[in-house]
């Protein structure tokens, strides 16, 4: 069993910052793959980015890739989501997950936090 729990979320103006974070309990952590995932009001669940194990390798969506940057601390059990050059459409509640498998589609990732609101003005 996982637990997490995202923070970092906020208010932020186009092309600003900022960091999420997602603090795991447990002391299996460093053998789950960590993604985020982003859901808009009216849309479906979307894959942001993915880490795995050891932290070597990611994958970003398309639509963030070279703004957003995952990252993991497996002595601190917390994976980060570093957000650049936000844009309106980047408007979302954002969730941490927990996977065995590396995948882009929700339905593989075991367990969720209960996401933190960001928010992108234009």
């Known amino acids: 069993q996982v637990q997490l729990v995202e923070s970092g979320g906020g208010l932020v103006q186009a092309g600003g910052s900022l960091r999420l974070s997602c603090a795991a309990s447990?002391?299996?952590?460093?053998?789950?793959?960590m993604g985020w995932f982003r859901q808009a009001p009216g849309k479906e669940r979307e894959f942001v980015a993915r880490i795995s194990l050891s932290g070597g390798t990611t994958v970003h969506a398309d639509s963030v890739k070279g703004r957003f940057t995952i990252s993991r601390d497996n002595a601190k059990n917390t994976v980060y989501l570093q957000m650049n050059s936000l844009k309106p459409e980047d408007t979302a509640v954002y969730y941490c997950?927990?996977?065995?498998?590396?995948?882009?589609?929700?339905?593989?990732?075991?367990?969720w936090g209960q996401g933190t609101q960001v928010t992108v003005s234009s």
């Open positions: 997950a927990a996977s065995r498998v590396p995948a882009v589609v929700a339905g593989a990732y075991n367990y």
């Open positions: 447990g002391r299996t952590f460093s053998t789950y793959i």
